[in-house]
């Protein structure tokens, strides 16, 4: 078990995205929060991102990718 820095809840391993630079080679936040993160900066920065985007064929860098097509709706929405 870890605990999550951002909600502060102990979760299973599997819970934490994988990250090479920190110590224990996991992310201090959990996956939940590492998306509500995400959500949050995507719906933020909805106008800006649109400028750059053409269409639904866009290509999204990879940490993003796992919520591409939640994200994808919030900026087109
Ligand atoms: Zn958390």
Redesign the pocket.
């Known amino acids: 078990m870890k605990r999550?820095?951002?909600?502060?809840?102990s979760?299973h391993f599997r819970?934490f995205h994988l990250s090479p630079f920190s110590r224990d080679g996991l992310k201090p936040?959990?996956?939940?929060?590492?998306h509500l993160y995400w959500v949050r900066y995507f719906n933020r920065n909805k106008a800006s991102l649109r400028k750059y985007w053409k269409g639904p064929k866009i290509r999204l860098q990879e940490k993003y990718r796992r919520y591409e097509d939640e994200l994808v709706a919030i900026v087109l929405r």
Request: aromatic share 8%.
């Open positions: 999550c820095t951002k909600c502060g809840k979760k819970e936040w959990c996956k939940d929060c590492c």
